[in-house]
């Protein structure tokens, strides 16, 4: 059978590729592709989508699918923007007469990382998946804390020091649970949507992982 993999951020500039056909035996599953892409060794930590949706390494494969390899990633309206974000607009997003608190969180690009002169940072996305997950999220805060709406807007391309990355905002009747999902929202965001970071700093550039 013949697959479409899509690789991104680093495992991309491996390959030289973004989208690579593969033809696979009959019964194959999400753990032959890699090495039918005869990369070496599968790098720590790699995750994969088929059709937009996580799946698990013995997912099988079907003729058409398309396989996304997802190296660890670093991070109402769920959006990806190439345009400075603008705080106010994501607020108003959440804007609900039952809110008594709307909590926000701004993620900015700093001048220093890990002892380096940072000059920018360049995001990329799967774009799609990255909404999906995103939506996903915000329905599992919905499930944990007792809120009204949630906004997440995230830069992709090149952002500039100074420049928010990400911004977050929370609707709840009280100001706890909106604090809470707000903290929780950005920590789960940089764990599991597939967005990742170049750092380009004074020297060289690296892609920045998980959690980061």
Request: include cysteine.
């Amino acid at each position: 059978m013949r697959v479409t993999v899509r690789l991104f951020a680093g495992l991309r500039e491996h390959a030289g590729t973004g989208r690579r056909d593969v033809e696979l035996g009959d019964g194959a599953r999400v753990e032959d592709v890699w090495s039918a892409l005869e990369l070496g060794d599968e790098p720590a930590g790699l995750v994969y989508a088929v059709n937009r949706a996580y799946v698990g390494r013995s997912h099988a494969l079907t003729e058409g699918d398309e396989v996304a390899l997802i190296p660890p990633v670093s991070g109402g309206a769920f959006r990806l923007t190439e345009d400075p974000i603008d705080l106010a607009a994501v607020v108003a997003e959440v804007e609900d007469e039952r809110a008594g608190a709307t909590a926000t969180f701004v993620g900015t690009v700093r001048a220093q990382s890990r002892g380096r002169q940072v000059v920018r940072l360049e995001y990329e996305a799967y774009e799609g998946m990255a909404e999906n997950v995103m939506a996903d999220l915000a329905k599992q805060l919905k499930g944990r804390y007792d809120l009204c709406a949630i906004a997440i807007t995230h830069r992709v391309g090149v952002c500039e020091i100074g420049e928010a990355s990400v911004a977050i905002a929370v609707s709840a009747p009280h100001r706890q649970d909106a604090l809470a999902a707000c903290k929780d929202a950005i920590d789960t965001l940089k764990e599991t949507v597939p967005l990742w970071k170049k750092e380009v700093y004074e020297g060289g550039e690296e892609w920045i992982g998980r959690g980061s």
